[in-house]
């Protein structure tokens, strides 16, 4: 087996690096992308890596910015901007009372959806079970 260039081998390393970065941006500042946003950079710092005219230090510099932005755009996909609450402080005229009143309900709504889909989910076990039941000649 022979192992990578010495160059080849620091540009894995540099690509590793900028995404182990990216994934410690995101663990105290969170990344946040609508859609593709690391997608143009990353095809570019790919398309300077992969260029024979690039120079060492280019894609050393292309290879980290590689491994930043494909890793951003992938954190970027698994956790959408949706998902994320905005800060209920901003807005005008919001009281403690009236935050906690929202979250509670907001709680609250997301319980009772849960239990509609259990409802309609041993609703549909029911139905099920009653049919294989009056198949087999029971009743």
């Not at 910015?65 to 949706?82: K, R, V």
């Amino acid at each position: 087996m022979k192992l990578p260039d010495r160059d080849v081998a620091l540009r894995i390393g540099y690509t590793l690096l900028g995404g182990g970065s990216a994934l410690l941006w995101n663990r105290y500042l969170p990344l946040h992308a609508n859609g593709g946003g690391y997608i143009p950079p990353t095809a570019l710092a790919a398309l300077i890596v992969l260029s024979e005219n690039s120079g060492d230090t280019e894609r050393d510099v292309a290879a980290a910015i590689l491994g930043f932005t494909s890793a951003a755009q992938a954190i970027s996909f698994a956790n959408p901007i949706s998902s994320v609450r905005s800060n209920p402080l901003n807005s005008v005229g919001a009281t403690s009372e009236t935050l906690d009143e929202n979250v509670i309900q907001s709680q609250l709504d997301l319980e009772a959806k849960k239990l509609k889909k259990i409802r309609a989910v041993t609703g549909t076990l029911g139905a099920i079970t009653q049919l294989v039941s009056t198949f087999k000649g029971g009743q």
